[in-house]
């Protein structure tokens, strides 16, 4: 694992919040490994372009006390999604105060500047339009690299929920495709993805509310998405959490190979080959072991996994 000079990942989360509500679990369990020394959350990116997403993430940020820097997408919009948990999140705590999200771009660009070489790990846990555009990017006030050369130089290691293994089609890859396929080709280094089925049948956030409290905006974006007392598959949580402990015995990362998407959405795997630079996570627990540890996080009662050498 490649960390920063303080020995902890610095991770810069790309998410597509106002879609599902998985995305806010990952950012609360994100802020407690942060909050924990486990981590360094350096900036949070939306890549959907309604306003709520990164109202929502402001929110959740200030609610933790944590000052992140969050980028919006390049288009800004009054979409809302269905089950509409965003907005809800967003007016209920249109008071609270929380950073000003800024362009996405700059927001990626200053956080790579500002890290050591090799020290960022980016966890991409919804689309790929401002990862795409920080690849495209030019020079500026902040580093005289090109986006791509500062991708090339800063990041360590990608994490990526998506695609489905050996094969299927997954919302993230599916559903801007081509989006998708330009970060495949264009991505520098090795990426590896968290797959539809890991955690398909691994449900979290049941308790949320009554173990938070209904004033805990994490509690109320989970009861509004999912009803009361439901919960959610965990697939951004086990994510964000791999992207913390690479090594974690919950998981083993198979043969190195290829994730190729094709442009109607669907995805294959291929192991081995000239461009074998990508894993997929294989899950070694039971569903019930897993849940507890995602839950454990996602409620903040903060224990480094059994086999880490992160602090506690």
């Known amino acids: 694992m490649i960390a920063s000079s303080a020995g902890i990942p610095r991770i810069v989360l790309e998410s597509d919040m106002f879609a599902d509500v998985d995305d806010v679990g990952a950012l609360a369990i994100a802020l407690h490994l942060a909050q924990a020394g486990i981590i360094s959350l350096d900036a949070v990116g939306i890549n959907t372009p309604s306003r709520w997403g990164p109202r929502t993430a402001a929110v959740v940020c200030a609610h933790h006390g944590a000052d992140v820097p969050i980028g ?25 105060p929380g950073r000003t999200p800024e362009p996405a771009t700059l927001v990626l660009r200053r956080a790579l500047a500002a890290a050591e070489d090799g020290a960022i790990t980016v966890t991409s846990i919804g689309f790929f339009a401002n990862l795409n555009a920080l690849l495209a990017s030019a020079p500026d006030e902040w580093s005289a690299l090109s986006g791509a050369e500062l991708v090339e130089r800063k990041v360590g290691r990608t994490v990526v929920m998506g695609g489905q293994f050996p094969w299927g089609r997954e919302f993230n890859l599916a559903e801007h495709a081509p989006e998708a396929m330009e970060f495949l080709d264009s991505w520098p280094g090795s990426v590896d993805f968290v797959g539809f089925e890991t955690t398909e049948h691994v449900v979290t956030g049941r308790h949320l509310a009554e173990r938070l409290g209904a004033e805990n905006p994490v509690a109320l974006a989970y009861e509004t998405f999912c009803g009361v007392g439901v919960g959610r598959p ?78 506690v």
């Open 72 to 96: 919006h997408h390049a288009r800004t919009t009054d979409d809302v999604w269905e089950n509409d948990y965003a907005r809800a999140v967003a007016e209920h705590f249109a008071s609270t």
């Open 234 to 311: 965990s697939w951004d949580l086990l994510t964000i959490y791999l992207a913390a402990f690479p090594d974690s015995p919950l998981v083993t990362w198979s043969p190195p190979g290829e994730l190729v998407l094709e442009r109607d959405g669907w995805n294959r795997w291929t192991t081995g080959g000239k461009t074998a630079r990508h894993r997929h996570a294989l899950v070694t627990v039971g569903e019930t072991e897993l849940a507890a540890v995602l839950d454990a996080w996602l409620e903040g009662k903060v224990e480094a996994p059994r086999g880490s050498h992160a602090p």
